[in-house]
């Protein structure tokens, strides 16, 4: 396994929560590991990263306090905690790794060096 491996999506109504998980290889360096989405006829987005040296959280705008981002750097694994969903949450959710630090910013794709299949979440009215 080289890509990170994302799990925990579903079904779920507005206003209800899930926990998405990504489980990334240990044969790889990991500086930081972040949640992206792609809603239906739109470009990917940044959702969440975590930087594991200094523990520092990121995230979009549009979470406003509903997502959590949370991991273990041992075991190289991040959760990505998301509440308060609305339909609008709609996507699918990717998670990502990159391996070293670099000035590219967390919020952009082109920082991050593996990437999961994803996992759906859609969130009904």
């Known amino acids: 396994q080289v890509h990170p491996v994302e799990s925990g999506g579903g079904l779920v109504q507005a206003g209800g929560s899930l926990r998405l998980s990504c489980a990334a290889s240990?044969?790889?360096?990991?500086?930081?590991m972040a949640w992206f989405r792609q809603a239906p006829g739109k470009e990917r987005e940044f959702v969440s990263a975590?930087?594991?040296?200094?523990?520092?959280?990121y995230y979009a705008d549009f979470v406003n306090g509903r997502f959590t981002i949370s991991g273990d750097n041992a075991k190289n694994t991040v959760d990505l905690q998301v509440s308060s969903l609305k339909t609008e949450d709609t996507a699918i959710y990717y998670c990502?790794?990159?391996?070293?630090?670099?000035?590219?910013?967390?919020?952009?794709?082109?920082?991050?060096?593996?990437w999961g299949q994803g996992t759906q979440v859609t969130v009904s009215s």
């Open positions: 975590i930087v594991w040296s200094s523990g520092n959280t």
């Open positions: 240990r044969t790889f360096s990991n500086y930081a």
């Open positions: 990502a790794v990159r391996t070293a630090a670099r000035r590219t910013s967390y919020s952009l794709q082109s920082g991050y060096d593996y």
